[in-house]
């Protein structure tokens, strides 16, 4: 099953390995792996078994990108001290139009 929860991996000195977590689940729900693509598995897994719970009727709605405003004030909670974050940039619709014929 394919989730819309986001999945933030980063690289972890301290426990040397990447760490995967799901932020619209807290602070608890993490996971991790020796390879950024083991982490992403995991942290995936992690998200599936949450879904497929008891407790999925109450599970927190996913952050879906939606208006550029509020996911720049998300994105600058979440990374405070980065200097090279970028607010995310809306692209233009990339489906063909339908045209009238005359």
């Known amino acids: 099953m394919k989730s819309k929860y986001s999945l933030i991996i980063r690289w972890s000195d301290e426990d040397r390995c990447y760490i995967a ?14 390879t950024y693509e083991e982490a992403a598995r995991r942290g995936q897994e992690v998200i599936e078994l949450m879904l497929a719970s008891e407790n999925a009727n109450s599970l927190p709605k996913p952050w879906l990108f939606s208006d550029p405003e509020t996911d720049e004030q998300l994105g600058r ?13 809306v692209r233009p619709s990339t489906r063909k139009r339908k045209h009238a014929s005359t």
């Open 77 to 89: 909670h979440l990374f405070p001290d980065n200097e090279a974050y970028e607010a995310p940039r």
């Open 21 to 34: 977590w799901a932020p619209e689940f807290g602070s608890g729900l993490k996971s991790h792996g020796s």
